[in-house]
């Protein structure tokens, strides 16, 4: 890795972590500069505009969310033992305050508004929720799961499983957050059998 | 109504429709002026200040989806029919893209915030988990639900199925969201009976 790429994967870094408590909305190159202590002509130099620098965070946090949460659950067994890995590693992020904290506040922030931003987070959304749907299906296949379980249905409740969570631990900071989600979790299993 | 507080009442409603979109954080007297075509000065002598006013929004929000949301429901029986009733207009406001929509996106937005704006919104939450919480527990006691059925738990899970249900119709536009948000709401009433 070249230093001034080494440089711009750390200045990313810094960004989708702002970015995650702040919105993504709020990240511009003044903030960055402000917050990584970067002149903003050297920012700009890297990133050339406020949606670029937008754009690129949200590449940079889909990567990081596919290292934290995806590729992790695809080294576990096939069928429910890998479901099961992603959920763990979902929540884990979420307990961090990881990569899948940003798309759900950038999710909330950009429903609304038309865009290359919104756009790429509707594929990033439709992208992951086809892997967990793959996942489930072959849950099926393994004869873990009823034949006629619908694996879209399941990525969906999972998503709003996942996205209760976020709120109940990051919004309302409840102890028993983690423990009503994995019953949640484990309601869902338990229908699909 | 005095002429003053049917101004303030007007411009709230429109403050709070602006910041489903673009979020409450991005509302500010300076926004509101433009959007409203009234003076910035006309809107300080109403709201002081950018905090001042999110705080009222909020506030009008939450007034809002108690009209829209919780007491339609009040006026349905008891027990499971007030569920249900819920339900439907919770899913309604999400279609329109009503108040309840402030409050995904106000959540996401300030969950990382610490201050008077996070605090009431995780008071609105725990109120309203409250009344859901209730409604659900007087299916118990009208034997429409299981004995040991845990309210809190059916509240934190239905707050997660709608959160899915925003996420789907709002970002993903996706045409089968409100069907797999019935039958995920569905699958919780047939857990808990």
């Given at each position: 890795m070249s230093k001034g790429e080494a440089t711009r994967q750390a200045v990313l870094d810094r960004a989708a972590a702002t970015a995650s408590r702040i919105g993504l909305a709020g990240l511009t190159i003044g903030s960055l500069a402000a917050d990584t202590g970067m002149s903003k002509s050297g920012l700009f130099a890297h990133f050339q505009s406020k949606e670029s620098l937008q754009t690129q965070v949200l590449a940079y946090a889909r990567e990081l969310f596919s290292d934290q949460v995806v590729r992790p659950a695809l080294a576990a067994p096939r069928g429910k033992a890998r479901v099961r890995a992603l959920f763990e590693h979902w929540v884990a992020t979420g307990k961090e305050g990881g990569a899948g904290c940003l798309f759900v506040s950038a999710s909330a922030e950009y429903d609304d508004q038309p865009g290359p931003i919104r756009d790429q987070l509707v594929r990033d959304h439709l992208d992951f929720a086809d892997s967990v749907a793959q996942m489930f299906r072959t849950g099926i296949s393994e004869g873990?799961?009823?034949?006629?379980?619908d694996p879209d249905q399941f990525a969906h409740d999972l998503h709003g499983v996942m996205l209760g969570f976020f709120h109940a631990h990051r919004?309302?900071?409840?102890?028993v957050a983690e423990a009503r989600t994995r019953r949640a979790f484990e309601n869902l299993l338990a229908a699909a059998k």
């Open positions: 873990q799961f009823r034949p006629d379980a919004l309302l900071a409840e102890s």
